[in-house]
C-alpha cells in the first residue's frame, strides 16, 4: 500500500515543462505562447532570432536559451535538456494548444498507469479551411508530450526521427497549427526543407540525378492528393500535393547539384 501511495502522490504533484523552439517567429510566438500559460515551466529555445521574437517571448517566460542551429535533432536534444520538470511537452511556434488537449495532457501526466511518451494529433488551418485528408489529419509528428530521459531525437538536420525508451500511446484531443501565414511561406519553408533534406541524403551516401527527382516528386504528389485523398480538400488540396512535389524534387535536384558541382565557375 505503501509503495502505490507514493506513485499516487508522485502522479499527483507531476509537474510539466513546454518547450518551443524559434528563430525569426515574430508573427507567430506569441499566439503560441498564450496556449502555454498551464504548463510548469515555459523553455523558449531560440537560434539568435534577429527580429522581435525574444522579445515578444519575454512577456510569457524569462527561461529563454540561445542555442546554435546545427539540424532540428541537436536542437531539441539541447532544448530538453534545458527542461527542469519530469514531463515535457513540445509546441512549435506554429501550433496552438488548445483547451482540450491541455485537459487530458493534465489529466495524462497524473495518471499512475501513464504511458512514457504520446503522440499528439494536429489540426491544420490553411487557405481558409480546416484540412480534413491530404495526410495533414491526424497529422502526428514525433512524440509531443513524454517523460523526461525516456526519449531523444536522432541528430538528423530535418525530420529528425526518435529513439524511445519505453511505452508509446497517442492522445485524442487534438491541438491546432497554421503552418504557413500564406503561400509566401509555404515557399519560403521548401526552400529551407529541400536544402536541409539534400544534406540529409549525402550523408546517407545516396545518390541520384533529374529523373529520380522526377519521379520522387511526381510520386510525393500522388501519395498526398491521392492516396491521402487531398482532392476531397478542393484547391488546398491540390496545392499541398503541389508543394511536397516541389520540395521533393528539389531536394533531390539539390543533392545531384552537390554530386556534379554545377554551381562552380564554368571551364
Request: proline share 4%; net charge positive; hydrophobic share 40%.
Amino acid at each position: 500500500m505503501g509503495e502505490g501511495s507514493t506513485s499516487g502522490e508522485e502522479a499527483r504533484m507531476a509537474k510539466v515543462s513546454a518547450y518551443i523552439l524559434t528563430y525569426n517567429e515574430e508573427d507567430k510566438i506569441e499566439a503560441a505562447l498564450k496556449t502555454l500559460g498551464w504548463a510548469d515551466e515555459i523553455v523558449v529555445a531560440d537560434s539568435f532570432s534577429t527580429d522581435r521574437t525574444v522579445e515578444i517571448a519575454k512577456r510569457y517566460t524569462d527561461r529563454i536559451v540561445q542555442i546554435p542551429f546545427q539540424g532540428f535533432g541537436r536542437l531539441r536534444n539541447d532544448a530538453v535538456a534545458h527542461c527542469s520538470h519530469e514531463w515535457i511537452f513540445s509546441l512549435d511556434a506554429d501550433e496552438r494548444c488548445t483547451r482540450e488537449a491541455r485537459d487530458e495532457i493534465l489529466a495524462t501526466i497524473r495518471d499512475p498507469a501513464a504511458a512514457d511518451a504520446y503522440l499528439v494529433p494536429r489540426r491544420n488551418w490553411f487557405m481558409g479551411r480546416w484540412i480534413r485528408h491530404s495526410g495533414w489529419y491526424p497529422d502526428y509528428r514525433q512524440p509531443q508530450l513524454f517523460r523526461k530521459g525516456k526519449l531523444r531525437y536522432k541528430e538528423d538536420p530535418v525530420h529528425e526521427g526518435y529513439v524511445l525508451d519505453g511505452t508509446l500511446r497517442a492522445l485524442k484531443s487534438a491541438i491546432r497549427q497554421i503552418p504557413f501565414r500564406n503561400l509566401s511561406q509555404s515557399i519560403q519553408k521548401m526552400e529551407r526543407y529541400s536544402t536541409l533534406g539534400a544534406r540529409k541524403l549525402q550523408e546517407k551516401g545516396v545518390r541520384g540525378g533529374m529523373a529520380k527527382a522526377f519521379f520522387r516528386g511526381f510520386w510525393a504528389f500522388l501519395r498526398h492528393y491521392v492516396f491521402h485523398l487531398g482532392f476531397l480538400d478542393g484547391w488546398p488540396g491540390f496545392v499541398i500535393a503541389f508543394a511536397y512535389f516541389e520540395q521533393t524534387f528539389y531536394k533531390y535536384a539539390k543533392l545531384a547539384e552537390m554530386r556534379n558541382a554545377w554551381s562552380g565557375e564554368p571551364p
